[in-house]
């Protein structure tokens, strides 16, 4: 989404630009998503919901979305009109399939060339700056030279490694949630040449979806997904609640601390209730839950919290400690005490009592990584000799530092960290404002 965008806006500017994909079809995660283009409605919302980013770079997204909107239109995009989301934002939807095949073709008739199968590895560097990228494709190594490069990789959660590294240790676990190419290429090939990274590099989007031995393919990604959790009780390996599910944007907050727990493992309960409860944007639980069943998923049925608890069993689960857990969330949330809960658990605070009750395991999944790389407002990546990470925010006189960034290298989409973190400010918008923003200013050297 942002490689092409910015492919686009570049060649609307009058530049020669030409696209290296590394992956066999077109269109990255953009294809596989659910195409709702959004973010959040005002500034205030993003402060209130995603503390902790690079606020400059945030309003320059929420300000920039509806003059991209027009922008995609202008292109042959074809969107829904627009629509609320979640309570505090606001987007239209575009159907991929019809999305990607539009914005390649509008690459290729301004002039652009793209090459499949092609990917970037590193970086040509001369006098400190960007001269073109070395790649490499199935006959084996290319060299191009550029005046500008626009690194557009789609982030680093495909590289089990980096995850590991900034995420969590139980990453060999994690479902990947998203194309297979992302695999932090654009990411490590700044790195090496000395690009400041974001804050936050732990954070990252997805949702869990349904543990093995379910079987399922990247275009039902979206339909796996266990997006019910802040309805539900979770509980990890141990039998233990391990966050407020009920926090955050969504379920990704939920799904992200999933990941930090034992075998990026969780167990999703809820009662008769719950399962046909809808709520915005979301069906009832049970239809994600049928979905589980069907493709084979670990779900357990039980009249009895007790005998739902034995079930567990099987899972590895205690009993004991699961119904300790069961008993003690559903007298707090009966008695209004739902926030002394450790931890608390401060909305939807709905007791798990109407049989039957369900049990689904889950495991968390990535989707893109929020940390990335840093950059000022046209996209041009940030020297890590000039960054400002957490540490010297708190300590350091800044007016010390000089900001400058690396000649001729650009960055746009999840490759871009500093704006979404514990919560998410939307995936799509952000690949489109950041790819136009960069592709116009790597056109004009600006
Ligand atoms: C199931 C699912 C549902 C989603 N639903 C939504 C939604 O409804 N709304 C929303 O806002 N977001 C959604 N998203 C997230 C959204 O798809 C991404 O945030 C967005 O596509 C990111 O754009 P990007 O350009 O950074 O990455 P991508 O669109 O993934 O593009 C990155 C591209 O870089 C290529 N690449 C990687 N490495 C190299 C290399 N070394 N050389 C050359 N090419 C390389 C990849 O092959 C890929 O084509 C969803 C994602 C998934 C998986």
């Not at 609320?84 to 934002?89: A, D, M, V, W």
């Not at 990704?252 to 915005?280: C, K, R, W």
């Not at 009750?357 to 989707?367: P, W």
């Amino acid at each position: 989404m942002a490689g092409l965008c910015a492919a686009i806006s570049a060649l609307e500017k009058g530049a020669n630009v030409l696209v290296l994909e590394k992956g066999t079809r077109f269109g990255g995660s953009m294809w596989l998503s659910n195409g709702v283009i959004w973010t959040f409605a005002n500034r205030a919302q993003v402060r209130k919901h995603i503390p902790d980013g690079d606020e400059a770079l945030q309003d320059f997204l929420v300000d920039g979305l509806p003059d991209s909107l027009v922008w995609l239109v202008s292109q042959g995009v074809e969107l829904e009109p627009e629509q609320p989301f979640q309570g505090y934002g606001r987007g239209r939807r575009s159907n991929p399939a019809q999305m990607t095949p539009m914005l390649v073709n509008r690459v290729k008739a301004l002039g652009g060339r793209i090459l499949l199968g092609t990917a970037m590895q590193a970086l040509l560097t001369g006098d400190g700056a960007v001269t073109g990228v070395l790649a490499f494709d199935a006959n084996g190594a290319l060299e191009v030279e550029a005046n500008s490069v626009i690194l557009a990789t789609g982030g680093f959660q495909g590289n089990a490694e980096l995850v590991a590294r900034y995420i969590t240790p139980y990453a060999d676990s994690m479902y990947l949630r998203s194309n297979p190419c992302s695999t932090g290429d654009g990411f490590i090939a700044a790195v090496d040449i000395g690009a400041a990274v974001t804050p936050l590099l732990n954070t990252f989007y997805g949702h869990a979806l349904v543990a093995p031995p379910a079987r399922f393919n990247a275009f039902e990604f979206q339909s796996i997904s266990q997006k019910y959790g802040p309805m539900s009780v979770a509980l990890n390996l141990e039998g233990r609640r391990f966050a407020d599910e009920s926090a955050g944007t969504g379920e990704e907050l939920l799904n992200f601390h999933i990941a930090s727990q034992p075998q990026a493992t969780a167990v999703y309960i809820v009662d008769a209730a719950i399962a046909g409860m809808s709520s915005e944007n979301q069906p009832p639980p049970r239809v994600a839950i049928a979905r589980a069943r069907e493709a084979g998923g670990p779900v357990i049925e039980a009249d009895s919290l007790e005998d739902l608890a034995e079930k567990m069993r099987a899972w590895g689960l205690p009993p004991v400690e699961v119904l300790k857990s069961l008993q003690g969330y559903n007298a707090a949330v009966r008695s209004g005490s739902g926030d002394r809960l450790q931890p608390a658990r401060r909305m939807n605070a709905f007791p798990i009592e109407k049989a039957p009750f369900t049990a689904v395991l889950v495991r968390s999944s990535i989707t893109f990584t929020c940390g990335g790389l840093q950059a000022d407002l046209d996209m041009r990546v940030l020297r890590r000799a000039s960054s400002v990470s957490l540490l010297p925010m708190v300590t350091a006189d800044l007016s010390e530092i000089q900001t400058a960034a690396i000649p001729n290298l650009y960055v746009a989409g999840c490759d871009l960290g500093g704006i979404s973190n514990r919560g998410y400010m939307g995936g799509l918008s952000h690949a489109l404002v950041t790819g136009r923003a960069a592709g116009t200013a790597a056109a004009s050297g600006g």
